[in-house]
């Protein structure tokens, strides 16, 4: 595999040289070091990353963009998920399990291992009167910011909410209409038309404000915890999002009603707002309700928690908030601080983060974060930890 990539480095550079003006090679280096506590101890994490970006203008309306990612993974890289739960969820379904533990605890082991692979690669075809894009690509969807309930693509890390997201495989249609319209068309291929996710966007601004409404279908996994089988259901959603500025205030918002095949329907909410002083202070805050969750963290089940922890996680409780401050401490130092508090069982997290860039290409992001809850909440008992993330670009 590195001999692969070294040929592949060595092409790029050899046709970037003979073809400037067609190619564009660019990208970045990271290194993240990240300490957690678990269960007692405090296991130490790092990866290196190499990303690759490549564009070049193929005709006059026809360009290719893509980026390919390596990644080496080092320190703890093996873990249980049943270890990331409360002792007494986690307990309780070892005892409950038909099978023995020493079978039933290697079924949640990960591991992570180094990686390479294309995380984008798309062709864009502009027209008069339509732009289509094929390919794996970045497919943004809502206005939130913690947050995105009309969003059927993409999952969000809390603690790293803006952090880059894995392409998606997709046909993506835009079709401008109107003054400042635009109607969105996008499937994702599955094996079949039925499992294929599809969703229609048809967007317009209004009175300072862009406004969208949705349609989206999707066949969704779900997984039983006690005979291991998984299944799937079609989800049905249909949402609404706008953004804009109100007497200097940014506001925005979105909101989906999911129906689901088998399972009980629910509707997820957002609100959010910011502000920027004069002095360049920023402060923002968001409001979002999950009709998914529990009131009580008493009602919290298994499934519940592995479905947090789960590639389409899903937070446990109904009612939470975000909130953060932005402040320029130096030229090139940024001092930030964000509070995610569940309201319904009163444990949150509390993450400091400090931005320093030594130069336009290069810069440092330190981010602890310390829990607070009781025993049980959804984050009372999480491991206090942070990150230290180096990233230089070329």
Request: negative net charge; hydrophobic residues 35%.
């Amino acid at each position: 595999m590195k001999t692969l990539i070294a040929i592949t480095l060595l092409f790029l550079g050899l046709f970037r040289q003979l073809y400037p003006q067609e190619l564009q090679i660019y990208g970045y280096y990271e290194n993240q070091f990240f300490p957690q506590k678990l269960n007692g101890k405090v296991m130490l994490q790092d990866y290196n990353k190499l990303r690759l970006d490549l564009s070049a203008d193929i005709s006059e309306n026809l360009t290719f963009n893509g980026d390919y990612i390596y990644r080496t993974y080092h320190g703890a890289t093996t873990f249980n998920l049943l270890d990331f739960l409360p002792y007494r969820i986690r307990n309780d379904y070892l005892t409950q399990s038909a099978l023995p533990p020493q079978q039933v605890r290697p079924l949640f082991d990960i591991e992570y291992k180094d990686e390479t692979f294309l995380d984008n690669a798309y062709a864009t075809l502009y027209t008069a009167h339509m732009n289509v894009r094929i390919g794996k690509q970045q497919l943004p969807w809502g206005t939130g910011y913690a947050w995105n309930p009309t969003d059927l693509f993409n999952d969000k890390n809390l603690l790293d909410p803006t952090y880059e997201k894995t392409g998606i495989n997709a046909l993506k249609v835009e079709i401008p209409w109107g003054q400042m319209g635009l109607f969105t068309g996008i499937v994702s291929v599955g094996e079949t038309w039925s499992t294929s996710t599809r969703a229609l966007k048809i967007k317009k601004y209004i009175a300072g404000f862009d406004v969208s409404l949705s349609y989206a279908e999707k066949s969704q996994s779900d997984y039983d915890y006690q005979t291991f089988f998984e299944s799937s259901q079609k989800r049905r959603l249909l949402g609404a999002d706008f953004s804009g500025a109100l007497f200097g205030l940014g506001i925005w918002g979105e909101g989906a009603t999911n129906r689901m095949y088998y399972d009980k329907n629910y509707t997820q909410v957002l609100m959010g707002m910011d502000y920027t002083f004069e002095n360049g202070l920023y402060l923002m805050a968001e409001y979002y309700h999950n009709g998914l969750g529990k009131p009580n963290k008493q009602n919290y089940t298994f499934s519940d928690w592995m479905n947090m922890l789960g590639p389409e996680g899903e937070n446990l409780a109904q009612n939470y908030v975000y909130l953060g401050e932005m402040y320029p401490l130096t030229e090139l130092l940024n001092g930030s601080t964000y509070l995610i508090l569940n309201i319904d069982d009163g444990s949150g997290l509390f993450f400091p983060w400090f931005d320093f860039s030594l130069n336009d290409n290069s810069e440092i992001l330190l981010v602890g974060y310390l829990p607070f809850g009781s025993k049980e909440s959804e984050f009372g008992e999480f491991g206090a930890g942070g990150f230290v993330r180096v990233r230089v670009y070329f």
